[in-house]
T-cell receptor
Framework: GENVEQHPSTLSVQEGDSAVIKCTYS??????FPWYKQELGKRPQLIID???NVGEKKDQRIAVTLNKTAKHFSLHITETQPEDSAVYFC???????????WGAGTKLIIKP | DAGVIQSPRHEVTEMGQEVTLRCKPI?????LFWYRQTMMRGLELLIY????????DSGMPEDRFSAKMPNASFSTLKIQPSEPRDSAVYFC????????????FGQGTRLTVV
């Protein structure tokens, strides 16, 4: 079955710098890759997703890239701000495995 | 739509008691997921339903856990008997198309078993 690994588990960056979180997946049939943000004490919420027919997607300060050959995808946050501090989860799913398989999460800390 | 609604928000119970968590998915969504979140184990999928039918319950930790979805607008997760190690935040989520569309999470139920 699908397995998703996420790195790093904790990431600390200076406010204004960029942050990159990486995930790898094992099932080449996976074709949907969402990223969720979970603030302390709150529910996970979708921030961006990408499907396997594109290599990159951008939404203001966040972007996701997908390398299907290498089976990895990454979340990029530019010009980080204090409100970006949260736990970020990646996930993967596909037609052969309809449920989302989640990464373990990355705690992003933005230092003032 | 009010989003995914879970109740109760907080539950404190004594070991051995039965606990029932409730979830109302977003109207029109055909997939419903129950997750458990702890610091040690992260976000774990317990069970998911598609069109009210349980598809995969391999994440249910043991027979003390059971889940039902009697109709498209309601689901329950029951723990009987409860144990201290069941203490966690339990999330319900729903989506319009299993695994291929955004999963909307409820606010969660924080369960404490003492």
């Amino acid at each position: 079955g699908e397995n998703v690994e996420q790195h790093p588990s904790t990431l600390s960056v200076q406010e204004g710098d960029s942050a990159v979180i990486k995930c790898t997946y094992s099932d080449s049939a996976s074709n949907y890759f969402p990223w969720y943000k979970q603030e302390l004490g709150k529910r996970p919420q979708l921030i961006i997703d990408i499907r396997s027919n594109v290599g990159e997607k951008k939404d203001q300060r966040i972007a996701v890239t997908l390398n299907k050959t290498a089976k990895h995808f990454s979340l990029h946050i530019t010009e980080t701000q204090p409100e970006d501090s949260a736990v970020y989860f990646c996930a993967a799913s596909g037609d052969s495995n309809y449920q989302l398989i989640w990464g373990a999460g990355t705690k992003l800390i933005i230092k003032p | 739509d009010a989003g995914v609604i879970q109740s109760p928000r907080h539950e404190v119970t004594e070991m051995g008691q039965e606990v029932t968590l409730r979830c109302k998915p977003i109207s029109g969504h055909n997939s419903l997921f129950w997750y458990r979140q702890t610091m040690m184990r992260g976000l774990e999928l317990l069970i998911y339903f598609n069109n009210n039918v349980p598809i995969d319950d391999s994440g249910m930790p043991e027979d003390r856990f059971s889940a039902k979805m009697p109709n498209a607008s309601f689901s329950t997760l029951k723990i009987q008997p409860s144990e201290p190690r069941d203490s966690a935040v339990y999330f319900c989520a729903s989506s319009a198309k299993t695994g291929r569309a955004e999963a909307f999470f409820g606010q969660g139920t924080r369960l404490t078993v003492v």
